[in-house]
């Protein structure tokens, strides 16, 4: 993966942890995808509150319902 690496440092989509080293075999979450995606794209990340679980309505709280 060095060379992945290397043209991400260097074309700023990944900054790695912050002390020089990177985590090729990491998961990533959907922010850090969010992220890399936008800095890819030139743009500023857009970050949105979700509202807590008991927040959302009924019908849209059950497991059921969100499933594929």
């Not at 509202?51 to 497991?63: E, F, I, V």
Request: aromatic content about 10%; charged content about 20%; glycine content about 8%.
């Amino acid at each position: 993966y060095s060379n992945a690496i290397v043209w991400a440092a260097k074309t700023n989509v990944l900054r790695g942890y912050g002390n020089g080293k990177f985590g090729p075999n990491d998961a990533v979450s959907k922010e850090m995808l969010n992220l890399v995606i936008a800095r890819q794209k030139g743009e500023d990340p857009v970050w949105v509150a979700i509202p807590s679980w008991h927040a959302w309505p009924p019908a849209l709280r059950s497991p059921r319902c969100c499933m594929i």
